[in-house]
T-cell receptor, first 113, second 114 residues
Framework: AQTVTQSQPEMSVQEAETVTLSCTYD???????LFWYKQPPSRQMILVIR??????QNATENRFSVNFQKAAKSFSLKISDSQLGDAAMYFC??????????FGAGTRLTVKP | DTGVSQNPRHKITKRGQNVTFRCDPI?????LYWYRQTLGQGPEFLTY????????KSRLLSDRFSAERPKGSFSTLEIQRTEQGDSAMYLC????????????FGPGTRLLVL
């Protein structure tokens, strides 16, 4: 069974600085998708960034980028120029072609002004 | 595009009562998913529909839980004879496209069973 592990329950970053959130996963499949979702307090889950496993190039969305290491089964999220609005729970998720999406336990990011 | 909506947003019920939640997906999305999220954890998959067909159910979905999507649009999730362990956030998501890559989530229904 596929599992997703986020080893950092909490992270903190100074405003305008860079932070990296870690995620590892376990799978025997070769074709799958990886996601980072953001869940602000009492608000809904928002997609941050998505990576297709067959693409070698790391996905980038404005200040958010990933470091996808397929062989190591690692999928970290880098947030550059952190803003106060980035404070939230961040969930790493894995989805295979059978549509079963698995989430990690989350990392709570605090942004200090 | 109004996004995925869920009603009610909050529900408090007594143990043993039945509750029903509704999810309205994004209009052109043909797949609809239900998840459960407990405090401090990531969402756990419960079930999903493609149009009106329920294609997969998790072992988490006990026989007290039933989900429907009768016309392939909105969906309902019913919990019968609620237990305190059912207290959680119930999330709905929808997706579309050939590979159904990305799921878009609703705000969730927070259930508290007393």
């Amino acid at each position: 069974a596929q599992t997703v592990t986020q080893s950092q329950p909490e992270m903190s970053v100074q405003e305008a600085e860079t932070v990296t959130l870690s995620c590892t996963y376990d799978t025997s499949e070769s074709d799958y998708y990886l996601f980072w979702y953001k869940q602000p307090p009492s608000r809904q889950m928002i997609l941050v960034i998505r990576q297709e496993a067959y693409k070698q190039q790391n996905a980038t969305e404005n200040r958010f980028s990933v470091n996808f290491q397929k062989a190591a089964k690692s999928f970290s999220l880098k947030i550059s120029d952190s803003q106060l609005g980035d404070a939230a729970m961040y969930f790493c998720a894995y989805r295979s072609n059978n549509n079963d999406m698995r989430f990690g336990a989350g990392t709570r990011l605090t942004v200090k002004p | 595009d109004t996004g995925v909506s869920q009603n009610p947003r909050h529900k408090i019920t007594k143990r043993g009562q039945n509750v029903t939640f509704r999810c309205d997906p994004i209009s052109e999305h043909n797949r609809l998913y239900w998840y459960r999220q407990t405090l401090g954890q990531g969402p756990e998959f419960l079930t999903y529909f493609q149009n009106e067909a329920q294609l997969e159910k998790s072992r988490l979905l006990s026989d007290r839980f039933s989900a429907e999507r009768p016309k392939g649009s909105f969906s309902t999730l019913e919990i019968q004879r609620t237990e305190q362990g059912d207290s959680a956030m119930y999330l709905c998501a929808s997706s579309w496209g050939r590979r159904q890559e990305t799921q878009y989530f609703g705000p969730g229904t927070r259930l508290l069973v007393l």
